[in-house]
């Protein structure tokens, strides 16, 4: 029996197996308007149809503030909320099952972008870098206020209900790779001095606040964290202890009472401490649902599931590359190998 294809019920989910689509950013959506059209309705459709059991869509802007390179998706107009109404129907159609990824790019933007505003930060820390698919250098961000910061709490909170409204079955948070809250998560680019800053059980406060307020609006069971130590733009960031950052993310999420984590890293095989890898360390302390990633192939994903170290399998690139992904391992055929510079450029 292939562990990764066998159909699975996660809390109210059913899922035709346990091959989850990793959000990936493909900017199609309609620059000016965030608006999705009939070509990413197929692109998601297609994957439903062929059997990947949970699909995490690209990441999708609660506001145009939060938005880091062109023609990425919103959740905050009708019309946005009604073109995303379609990609859920037809996924559901093909038996599929779809969260949204709601995504804030924080300081890693440009005023080009968001509308003509400064990027937003927890602290006045530019980051180094050029900002994707402009090729500007990053701007130095605005401080967040604690008005601010109640603003963007709201606004991942009205996007959960938009994404409710459009159908999707939960949300997922990105809480990882070096965006807004992880920018609160992390000690380099948070040196706030209120609530929102401190040590690192305080540095998570802002995750904690925003989880607790999607998970009311979808339903903690509903509501998915990807969190990790990769940061797109700190590609020599290290935690000062993983363990300890392991905890103290882990007790945020029972608190507020989540049911799957999606730690994310580029190697799943990578040992970050005490010879455990990163799902394996979150094992330890996390018995609900673990979504594993990073570069995995099939055999390691099937070992992985059955050690128990993860229940979920994520694909990214492979799944880009093989719409028919799921038929292939089933049919043992060879996977088509990713290569961004062909693949990136439609959707299909
Ligand atoms: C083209 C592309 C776009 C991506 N966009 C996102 C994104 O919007 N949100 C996110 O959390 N991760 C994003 N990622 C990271 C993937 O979700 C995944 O973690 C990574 O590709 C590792 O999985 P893989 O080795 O199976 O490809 C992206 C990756 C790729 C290749």
Redesign the pocket.
Known sequence: MNHLLDPVQLNNWKLQSKVVM?????SFADNETGIVGKDVVEYYRRRAANGIGLIIT??INPSLRGKGTFGVPGLYTDKQIKAWQKVTDAVHLEGGTIVA?L?HVGRLTHHELTGGYAPQAPSKIKADGLVHRLRKPYESPEQMSFHDIQSVINQYSLAARNAKAAGFDGVEI?G??GYLIDQFNTNVTNKREDKYGGDLYQRLTFMKEILHAVAKEVGPQNTII?FSEIKDDLPTFKWDNPEITIKAFIQVFKEIGLKTIHP?T?NFKEVITNEMTLHQLVRKYWDDTIIG????DVDTANNALKEGTIDLA?????I?ANPDFVQRIKKNKKLTSYN?KNL?KKLY
């Open positions: 990793a959000p990936m950013t493909r690209e990441g990824q995504w990105h990882a790779h990807r994310s580029n990633v990073g570069n995995l994520a694909f990214g690139r492979p880009l961004s990136l």
